[in-house]
């Protein structure tokens, strides 16, 4: 499938295959962070550690699952969506959150974060900006919104392993055999916000 360079499609389509992350977190001032649990991060834990993470995207539908393999426990989630519009809708992450969407900063660049602002990311917030940097390598920054305030920073260098993710890799730790996706990741943090 064919997308104008710098978009959404298009730099999505350069970043399909298996990475390999090494992240670090800091605190808002820069100073390394050991642990972001005391943080409220979606996935706590201590720093550094290293994700893979499998893209897949065939045009239109996307599958994106991070599997901690070193410095945490073994933890896999994934996130699914579209494109709508030209932009990349996720599914829902939870019942009252907000809508999560991927769009262009020109070539190379995304960003994945809210439509709009409301009670949901006064909740829980985290964008994610995501630079291709050199054929096959990029970088991945975030920042955790808590309860309306930026509470950490979270960096990943990612390499990239294979152009393709069929099939689990080497380093994964849930073993060679199984699928590489899981069930949608769903969380439950901004239910009160519906009840």
């Known amino acids: 499938m064919q997308f104008p360079e710098g978009s959404v499609g298009h730099t999505l389509m350069q970043m399909r295959g298996i990475w390999h992350d090494s992240v670090e977190l800091f605190e808002l001032d820069g100073q390394p962070l050991a642990d972001d649990t005391q943080a409220g991060s979606g996935t706590p834990g201590l720093s550094p550690f290293d994700n893979l993470v499998y893209l897949d995207f065939d045009g239109e539908e996307l599958k994106l699952t991070n599997v901690h393999f070193r410095g945490r426990p073994a933890c896999a989630k994934t996130f699914t969506g579209r494109m709508k519009d030209g932009l990349l809708v996720f599914d829902p992450l939870g019942k009252g959150a907000y809508e999560n969407i991927?769009?262009?900063?020109?070539?190379?660049?995304?960003?994945?974060?809210?439509?709009?602002l409301d009670q949901g990311t006064?909740?829980?917030?985290?964008?994610?900006?995501?630079?291709?940097?050199?054929?096959?390598?990029?970088?991945?920054?975030?920042?955790?919104?808590?309860?309306?305030?930026?509470?950490?920073?979270?960096?990943?260098?990612?390499?990239?392993?294979?152009?393709?993710?069929?099939?689990?890799?080497?380093?994964?730790?849930?073993?060679?055999?199984?699928?590489?996706?899981?069930?949608?990741?769903?969380?439950?943090?901004?239910?009160?916000?519906?009840?």
């Open 102 to 116: 991927g769009m262009s900063g020109g070539g190379g660049i995304l960003t994945f974060n809210a439509r709009q």
């Open 122 to 195: 006064d909740v829980y917030m985290e964008p994610d900006f995501i630079i291709l940097t050199a054929p096959g390598q990029r970088i991945r920054h975030t920042v955790l919104y808590r309860d309306g305030k930026a509470v950490r920073t979270l960096t990943a260098k990612g390499t990239r392993l294979s152009p393709c993710c069929k099939q689990r890799h080497p380093l994964d730790p849930r073993g060679a055999e199984g699928p590489v996706h899981e069930a949608t990741f769903q969380s439950n943090i901004w239910q009160h916000l519906v009840e």
